[in-house]
């Protein structure tokens, strides 16, 4: 096993300075700390955390909280996962990742962490994970932006949702299309109420007015009717009620699966009958549905780095100074499921 004096000797400084890189202890140069990495990365060198809390004070650690239901991760969510500990490793954190029952959080939750801050992830309105983080003075960062009453001002990192509706909007209604039903995230979670604000928006822009049977919000995470979201949607607004359909905004891939069965038990066909647009997918599953989905790229990987950049900040890891809110740039996927009426 690789030892600190190793990673002196063939970075060429002294263990102290290996030390400062990996502690943040004292400001090291970027030629330096990038030589120190990179000889750590190829030596798998793995400094001891234990060690350097008793120095430092802090635990090294970050939190990441994840509320949960009966799912497995999406790409969307391994992806970020992958950018937030893959950024947290490169200043020398680890990364404590907490899955939570939603609207189950209980009052010693993350007040009694060993962790210098957390990354929260789907905020709520009112998210009691940020209320106990905010009374506990644990600095943290939400992606998603927080809609908490008690709370003036906090970071986040995000899309910039309602130019992605808007976006969404404009590239179906180019291409002729009114009816357009949308199956939005849970009516709780803030991207939910940005993404339905803009697609009302958008669409009274244009002249169109949106009927109630044409906005959906998923169920609970924990409900029985989550994993099936968007079927009995679509059986029931273009099977039962007969209502007139052009094009189907789908909130994940999860949901435009379900869409594309019911389509398919309608004896409809995509994109002849229905368009289909997805706001959140596996590219790689995008490209391997039949049609192929057109979709929007969010940038999970570069949403979760971002946000341990700015929770470095706020530790002092990062000097300098930071936007307290960062929006990263998304795009349209454009493939086979959406067509010209």
């Not at 090294?60 to 992958?82: E, V, Y």
């Not at 309608?266 to 647009?277: A, C, E, Y």
Request: contains cysteine.
């Amino acid at each position: 096993m690789a030892k600190i004096d190793d990673v002196a000797r063939l970075a060429k400084v002294s263990k102290g300075t290996v030390s400062n890189v990996f502690s943040q202890k004292r400001p090291t140069s970027n030629e330096v700390r990038e030589r120190v990495m990179s000889v750590s990365r190829q030596l798998n060198y793995v400094p001891n955390h234990t060690a350097r809390s008793l120095v430092t004070k802090k635990t090294m650690a970050i939190g990441l909280t994840i509320p949960h239901g009966s799912f497995f991760f999406s790409a969307f969510h391994t992806q970020f996962i992958n950018g937030v500990i893959l950024e947290a490793s490169y200043y020398g954190y680890r990364v404590l990742l907490d899955i939570i029952p939603l609207q189950q959080v209980k009052t010693p939750f993350l007040t009694s962490y060993p962790i210098d801050g957390a990354v929260v992830m789907r905020p709520t309105t009112n998210d009691e994970r940020i209320n106990l983080m905010h009374m506990g003075q644990i600095p943290f960062v939400t992606v998603g932006h927080v809609m908490n009453e008690n709370i003036e001002h906090s970071s986040s990192v995000d899309n910039d949702n309602q130019q992605i509706m808007f976006s969404i909007c404009e590239y179906l209604m180019d291409r002729g299309h009114k009816d357009i039903m949308f199956l939005n995230a849970n009516e709780l979670m803030t991207v939910s109420i940005d993404r339905r604000d803009s697609f009302i928006k958008a669409m009274n822009e244009r002249g169109l007015d949106v009927a109630e049977h044409m906005i959906h919000h998923k169920p609970d995470l924990s409900s029985s009717e989550y994993l099936d979201y968007g079927y009995e949607e679509t059986m029931n607004i273009l099977g039962k009620q007969k209502k007139k359909v052009t094009a189907i905004i789908a909130d994940d891939d999860r949901t435009a699966f379900s869409v594309l069965n019911a389509i398919k038990d309608l004896n409809l066909s995509v994109p002849g009958d229905i368009s289909i647009f997805v706001i959140c997918g596996d590219h790689s599953m995008m490209v391997q549905s039949n049609p192929s989905l057109t979709s929007m790229d969010l940038q999970p990987s570069e949403l979760g780095a971002q946000s341990v950049r700015i929770l470095m900040h706020q530790l002092g890891v990062l000097p300098g100074d930071f936007a307290e809110n960062v929006i990263v740039e998304s795009k349209i996927i454009e493939r086979n499921s959406c067509s010209t009426i």
